[in-house]
């Protein structure tokens, strides 16, 4: 699938009519003042903004717009075979045209967002030059916020799963037993199974909230070991 995410989409910031300014000055003595309360001020939408009865009524849903719908409500990465079971229609092929017909509908109407393909699924995610504005929007959960040990436990799991404890301590020359279980509480490490060796230790490995989190398809998209260590300068 072709990666959309590196057009340079433009945001239109028109300049409304500026509105007049509310009067502020109070009453004269002379003025007769209106013992009714004041009635609410209407919001002027558009009336194309509301859709009437008739309208959606004329609406006719194709499987391509009933995938768009379910993937713009949805806050996880759905698998094709899970949007076919929804729609309770459509191949798999044709899942994955739609997904490209979407796409390039949103590319050519410079849309600001695209559907993007995370842990072997489909979701709907806004362009990364709208984040200064969404950062505004959305606020990072403090339960969520990874320390430093987490994140270099959590580096050494998902390089070298399937990896017991001691392996992993070995490697950061400290104990590592409660970084590790509070990686499992996030639902970021898993136990996958016990090593062929004396004691049969757990092995650990990274789980399919990993994936979503970091924003990866597979594993396969983690990033080189020998790109981190000489980054492009």
């Known amino acids: 699938m072709e990666n959309d995410l590196n057009e340079q989409d433009k945001i239109d910031n028109p300049i409304g009519r500026p509105e007049p300014a509310a009067d502020l000055s109070t009453p004269s003595e002379d003025e007769p003042v209106s013992s009714e309360p004041p009635q609410a001020e209407s919001e002027d939408f558009p009336q194309e903004m509301e859709a009437s009865p008739a309208e959606e009524?004329?609406?006719?849903?194709?499987?391509?717009?009933?995938?768009?719908?379910?993937?713009?409500?949805?806050?996880?990465?759905?698998?094709?075979?899970?949007?076919?079971?929804?729609?309770e229609a459509g191949t798999l092929k044709q899942i994955h045209?739609?997904?490209?017909?979407?796409?390039?509908?949103?590319?050519?109407?410079?849309?600001?967002?695209?559907?993007?393909?995370?842990?072997?699924?489909?979701?709907?995610?806004?362009?990364?030059?709208?984040?200064?504005?969404?950062?505004?929007?959305?606020?990072?959960?403090?339960?969520?916020?990874?320390?430093?040990?987490?994140?270099?436990t959590l580096a050494i799991i998902a390089y070298k799963q399937p990896i017991i404890r001691a392996d992993i301590e070995a490697i950061r020359g400290v104990a590592s037993g409660e970084?590790?279980?509070?990686?499992?509480?996030?639902?970021?490490?898993?136990?996958?199974?016990?090593a062929e060796i004396l004691g049969r230790p757990m092995q650990y490995?990274?789980?399919?909230?990993?994936?979503?989190?970091?924003?990866?398809?597979s594993l396969k998209d983690l990033p080189n070991v020998e790109e981190l260590k000489n980054p492009q300068t």
Do not use: H
Request: with cysteine; proline share 5%.
């Open 97 to 152: 045209q739609c997904v490209r017909d979407l796409n390039r509908k949103y590319r050519e109407g410079g849309f600001s967002f695209r559907i993007e393909r995370i842990a072997g699924g489909y979701q709907m995610m806004t362009l990364p030059v709208f984040n200064p504005w969404l950062s505004k929007l959305v606020k990072v959960r403090a339960d969520n916020k990874l320390s430093p040990a987490a994140l270099e």
């Open 57 to 87: 009524a004329a609406l006719t849903p194709t499987l391509e717009t009933v995938i768009e719908a379910v993937l713009f409500a949805s806050d996880e990465p759905l698998k094709p075979a899970k949007l076919a079971e929804i729609a």
């Open 179 to 194: 970084v590790i279980r509070n990686l499992m509480y996030k639902g970021l490490v898993k136990i996958v199974g016990r």
């Open 205 to 217: 490995g990274t789980t399919q909230k990993f994936l979503e989190v970091f924003g990866l398809n």
